[in-house]
């Protein structure tokens, strides 16, 4: 089976920096990847996806990195802003969702 | 336009006592999940619906969970009897769209469970 995992469990930048979290599948077949954010009380949100024929994919403010060949993928996020704290997620899918185990984002001034 | 909506938010209870979450998802959305979050860790499917149709519920613990979604729209999870690993928060989502789980999904705000 799949799993998923996250690199650092906590992740601390100043505001206004770029921030970097990162995460490996095992499963090469995976074809469809998600980044959620989850706040305090809440359920997770969806960020930005990408399917397994893109190596890029860009939002507002944030990029995804899908490298197929060491299985791994991260999400940027440009200007790191104060309600940017949250856990973020990543999520594999084959034939349901798979999510790691989370990477706790600290924004500072 | 309403989100997931779940509840209760939070329940306490003693072991051995049932306990049920209910879930009401997106109108329109024909999928519905069940996760279950444990600290600090990501969520974990426990049942999948199209429609009323449980299509997933290879990781339902059978024995003491039990779910339903009787007219395609709503839904219950229920646990009977509550053990002290039972705390969690409990998520529902939905979605548009059946099949592989690759449709977005939208998420409740859960419910936090506490087994005393």
């Known amino acids: 089976g799949e799993s998923v995992g996250l690199h650092l469990p906590t992740l601390s930048v100043q505001e206004g920096d770029n921030s970097i979290i990162n995460c490996a599948y095992s499963?090469?077949?995976?074809?469809?990847f998600i980044w959620y954010k989850q706040e305090s009380g809440k359920g997770p949100q969806f960020i930005i996806d990408?399917?397994?024929?893109?190596d890029k994919r860009q939002g507002q403010r944030v990029t995804v990195l899908l490298n197929k060949t060491v299985k791994h993928l991260s999400l940027q996020i440009a200007a790191t802003q104060p309600g940017d704290s949250a856990v973020y997620f990543c999520?594999?899918?084959?034939?349901?969702?798979?999510f790691g185990t989370g990477t706790r984002l600290q924004v500072f001034p | 336009e309403a989100g997931v909506v779940q509840s209760p938010r939070y329940k306490i209870i003693e072991k051995k006592q049932p306990v049920a979450f209910w879930c009401n998802p997106i109108?329109?959305?024909?999928?519905l999940y069940w996760y279950r979050q444990n600290l600090g860790q990501g969520p974990e499917l426990l049942i999948r619906?199209?429609?009323?149709?449980?299509?997933?519920d290879s990781q339902l613990p059978k024995d003491r969970f039990s779910a339903e979604r009787l007219k395609g729209v709503d839904s219950t999870l229920k646990i009977q009897p509550a053990e002290l690993g039972d705390s969690a928060v409990y998520l529902c989502?939905?979605?548009f769209g059946r099949g592989r789980s690759n449709n977005e999904q939208f998420f409740g705000p859960g419910t936090r469970l506490t087994v005393l």
């Open positions: 989502a939905s979605s």
């Open positions: 499963n090469s077949a995976s074809d469809y």
């Open positions: 990408i399917r397994s024929n893109m």
């Open positions: 999520a594999v899918s084959n034939d349901k969702l798979i």
């Open positions: 109108s329109g959305h024909n999928t």
């Open positions: 619906y199209e429609n009323e149709e449980a299509v997933d």
